[in-house]
């Protein structure tokens, strides 16, 4: 979905308010009846619906008409407004650039601050896959329920947060996160390629050892990336140095499947350097080995962000809900989808190759080398 910079300057401050009482009403009703945001805006039922009507035209709520009665749902773009109006009030961006990933469950943006010094602003849109496993199978969400896409795109962000922080803390090759505001994250712009585009390294050795060395430390603090792949490996220009991204799915070495998950990071490094580097070793990280190697007074990252903001409850409805669409998925897949690429289609791919069926648009080279001044130039704005 792209981001409409453009009306982002223009909403009054009673739009504001209309908005923020469709999004309060979220949660706890699907469709908000027009009356209760009347009432929670304070605003009189007579210029109430000229201010909606207005918002509706801009797609930052939708008009609902059921049989019960009519009202307004807070659409992903009405959300994208009310982050980014918190985060330029806080001064953390200024401008919104130029859109640079799509993911299956999130939109990249670059976006810079009032001095223009570049971003990244990472949208989460968990719910853009459907809800219907979910829906049927669970529900704890109970009163939620209704606005699922809402919180769940917000715990992602929230989780991703925590552990870019803490990750970030302990000298972890990750982006330097600047702010986090409902379902976005702030972090650094990393001038780099995902390892996924590059089709040469001078030594594969060194790379490899290097990302292997990631995995056993974030082991040894007591954590697995989750979906650590060429995807979400970037290498710097500069350096080529390995910078890793993506952490709503980082599971603690306690969780119930961890050797599973870590045995998936280790296969995906293998598998990747085998087919694009033809490179393989005998050397790889063990999880049993590593985890008991690991002295007990080692730092636990695991348990820190545990006790953060982000508990063990929060990460259980996440990862229920991950779950959930990765088994929804899998049974499209199944009934004939064409999500997944073939090996053949793999091996033979260019490396530059900009694979429809794969899952993020990369960066491409006009978008790395996009200076400050193009930024500001294409960028708009938001106070
Ligand atoms: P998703 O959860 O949708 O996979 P990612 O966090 O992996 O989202 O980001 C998707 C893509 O956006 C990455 O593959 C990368 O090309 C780009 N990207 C994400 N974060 C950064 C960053 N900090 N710097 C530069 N590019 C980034
Ligand atoms: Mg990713």
Not at 68 to 82: E, I, M, N, Q, V
Request: hydrophobic share 35%; proline share 3%.
């Amino acid at each position: 979905m792209k981001l409409d910079a453009t009306d982002l300057r223009y909403v009054t401050s009673d739009e504001f308010r209309v908005l923020t009482a469709v999004e309060m009403g979220s949660k706890n009703h699907e469709v908000v009846p027009l009356s209760l945001i009347v009432q929670i805006s304070g605003l009189r039922n007579g210029g109430i619906n000229k201010l909606v009507g207005s918002l509706a035209k801009r797609n930052l709520v939708s008009r609902v008409q059921n049989a019960k009665y009519d009202g307004y749902r807070l659409t992903y773009g009405g959300y994208d407004y009310l982050a980014m109006r918190a985060l330029s009030k806080r001064d953390s961006m200024h401008s919104i650039g130029n859109q640079i990933g799509v993911g299956k469950e999130s939109d990249i943006y670059i976006v810079a601050d009032a001095d223009g010094n570049e971003m990244i602003l990472k949208l989460h849109r968990l719910g853009r896959v459907s809800f219907r496993a979910i829906k049927e199978k669970r529900d704890y969400m109970g009163k939620r329920k209704s606005a699922s896409w809402l919180y769940m795109s917000r715990l992602a962000a929230q989780k991703e947060w925590e552990f870019m922080k803490i990750l970030h803390q302990y000298d972890f090759p990750v982006p330097r996160p600047i702010d986090q505001a409902r379902h976005t994250i702030l972090m650094e712009f990393i001038d780099a390629y995902p390892l996924r585009q590059v089709s040469d390294v001078e030594n594969p050795g060194k790379l490899y050892s290097q990302l292997m060395d990631i995995i056993v430390r974030f082991a040894q603090a007591g954590l697995i990336h989750g979906d650590y792949n060429e995807f979400n490996i970037l290498i710097k220009r500069e350096t080529g140095e390995p910078i890793v991204i993506d952490f709503p799915q980082m599971v603690s070495t306690s969780h119930e499947n961890a050797e599973w998950y870590f045995n998936r990071d280790v296969e995906c490094i293998r598998t990747f350097f085998k087919r694009r580097f033809r490179y393989e070793s005998s050397l790889y990280p063990r999880f049993r080995k590593t985890v008991e190697e690991t002295g007990s007074d080692n730092f636990r990252l695991d348990v820190m962000v545990e006790a953060s903001g982000f508990g063990r409850k929060e990460m259980k409805i996440l990862e229920d809900y991950m779950e959930s669409v990765r088994e929804e998925a899998n049974d499209e897949e199944s009934s004939g989808s064409e999500e997944e690429e073939s090996e053949e289609e793999e091996e033979n791919e260019s490396d530059n190759a900009r694979d429809e069926t794969t899952r993020t648009t990369t960066l491409d080279e006009k978008q790395q080398s996009l200076s400050t001044e193009a930024v500001e130039a294409s960028s708009i704005p938001l106070h």
